[in-house]
């Protein structure tokens, strides 16, 4: 609890840091893709329902003279690709692409994906519509800049009116970028590549048409405009964001999910829950600054929000309710449908609230991972599964966030099965991570800690630096301080709570 | 009841009675465009989370050899506009026309919202960013064919690359039309117009970008595919609908819905209520035949879905908590806002579910308005207000379609605050409608039933031929009979029953 009530007032000396960090970034002190210049001590309004339309900053608008990199946001946007959701409804997308006048089709998936029913399914689609289309299955698990490079030279020749993207996140996140570079073919790699590392530049033009169809529950890809992968010349897991670059459709198909193994449904529904957890709990988008001096520049990661909170809550409780029996019964269809909707509707949150600490810190865990090889991944070299590193500090970073806004958290509580009539609101984040323990804990095969991952103390700096970098998620991290050396003493503690859960 | 009780199932008669149906509608048996040829009495499942992926149909996708048009829908689509919501986002319209790339654009408005704010506000926003703009300011309140013809003959030789829609439902949707046959200079208006009554043509083409800034919180039209008008030569209300209809990006600004008048914001809001207690208890989309043969014959309005559901439900509450206190209290800005998202949600909501019965019996109530003047509406004519006419049957609506599926009309009274825990199932029907009728009575100045609005027996059987023709929505009401002679005989008790409550 002890890092929750840390209170930093963002004095000069905070400004100082944030000016000086503004600067380093090289970026105008209005663009919001940056570190957020007072991502201080502001929870969730005690009641989001009665309060949120109320701020006067807000009701005022833009008649405020102000530096607007002072002014809090004061309105929020929900975009979403469109979604269709049904087993066997891969076999459309032949007939999609005729619809949308497409001749030339460019198909993104991996090798394994590639030997499956959702490709042959898709194959076949494509083939009765006469398409021309050309498969890439050179798709890296957990891309990297040079993967995705090679990605996007390969289709540049080929030059294809649209994509589609079978597979999973590193899939659909690969067709992303090689459709945002066919429409940029002058542009710099890191010139949309999130700040601070890259110049976050907006996305101005209208992407070709890409149809995502998932083969597993837990990304919801196909619904954002963002796509992650390790910026290897930093060394840092970062991404590129925007509402522009999401899917024109996602064809979520149960019958392309039937075919995860158990250990895979666990750790891609781990992702689902943490999106849900983290998008509900993150700043309310009415506190993010600064406010855009141009919509282009509103983050697709903007806080949480009315419409995201919907999602979000329903998708909690969805993968509350059907992950376990997706992961124990390979045969429960219903569950696993259920699961890919969840992974959908959590989608729609994340990638219009955002994530902030499990996703934060999840990046420097899988990178740095000591040698861990998760149970039931027949990979070559060792591998903590982006769902098993996001969930296992999931205990430790609710119990932090918890005091920013009990209300929520014990509102999450309450979607564990937890009775929460008689928990006192200062109790609401060890509450909440309590029921996170057990949730894991009956789960099965989940590390208990960063221990059990082969994490130690000597670890933990060189993770909180693998952290810091991640601004675009910290600014939207509830309780967490905006002096950089505060920032570092309350992740050293989140990483050391965090060991054993 | 007596109407919920009834139990037709589809024989050889009704299959013959809607074959001749098809034939006589000249389309192909597969447009879903069509009266549904089954929407007998299924109710939505006993437990829609439980068995909503269970359907073996569904589960087996489309490899079944049948006729299609005999096959049960097995997928739905979930498609919106994207929606900024703040106070003062208004002014962002003109960096999001250029962020378009565009150059010149047709303002859509009336000429009351014309001396509005919101007017003011989109004149500056778009003079700042120096593009070419004309105002039409003379689309009418229930637009008919006629006046639509003259603001696309308006449109055509200005020929504008987008267009902005600034007022409540009739200037969205006069809009999206403007918009539709600009992309369509050679189409014949009735191509698209919805079947029975028109051809029902699907639309094949990208539109040009439409951003819609609602002024009133009640269509929803910001987000929908839907544009409903009067069918002067036949008498009749209907519209077009299209899910490619639907706006670019809704711009919901809560300053722009404090000038209605509370008649208006009364109204509206029950628009808003019945769309969300509609799309609730509409037939599952997995009841609903045929099958499209083309995903872009998949219609709007599809039955209720595990997405729209979310939209429906939340917007329900928020109608039920806000609208007593926006009618009551004209300085009340958070209820004004809220219920300005409440309209968002229940538009995604019905805009991708459908609604049934209250607004299939509306469009004669209103049409044939035997001289009934609305207390607020500074009107020159006798005027029946949409939302009006929507809500006036809503009590024996529901009480009918309440057997259909008890648990969603008990979800849906426990929306109003009713105590549901020793409710029989049975009785679902009756207190759904007499929550409602409380709440009409609470909100004040509205219509106890037709006769208040001078309707009696006589009237009765024109109300129902009036009703007949809206296939589109009346093929997603529960419980009504396919056969003809029994729908109308259903019907003619719907509005007996409607009469008083």
Known sequence: MAGGMIRVVPGRAAQAVNLLRTVQFTHPPSCPCHANPSHHHHGHSVAPAITRFADRTSRRGYATPQDPSQLKEYAFEMAASSIRFGPGATREVGMDLTNMHVKRVCVVTDETVDKLDAMKTVRAALAQEGLDFRVFNKTKVEPKDYSIKEAIEWAKPYDPDAFVAVGGGSVIDTAKLMNLYASYPEADFMDFVNAPLGKGRPIDRKLRPLIAIPTTSGTGSETTGTAIFDLTTHHAKTGIAHRNLKPTLGICDPLNTRTMPSAVAASSGLDVLCHSLESWTAIPFNERTPRPTNPILRPAYQGANPISDIFSLNALRAAVKYLPRAVHDPEDFEAQSEMLLAATLAGVGFGNAGVHLCHGMSYPISGQNPGYRHAGYEVSSPIIPHGVSVAVTAPAVFRFTGASNPERHLAAAEAFGVDISNVKRESAGEVLAEALTKFLADLGDQ???????????????????????????????????????????????????????
Chains 1, 2 share one sequence.
Do not use: N, S, Y
């Not at 970098?469 to 301080?481: D, N, W």
């Not at 002096?483 to 992740?491: D, N, P, S, T, V």
């Open 447 to 501: 590390p208990a800690g960063l221990k059990a991952l082969g994490f130690g103390a000597e670890h933990i700096d060189q993770l909180v630096e693998g952290t810091i970098p991640q601004a675009r998620v910290l600014m939207l991290a509830p309780g967490l301080a905006t002096e950089l050396e505060a920032e570092r003493g309350q992740l050293r503690r989140l990483f050391e709570e965090a060991m054993e859960h």
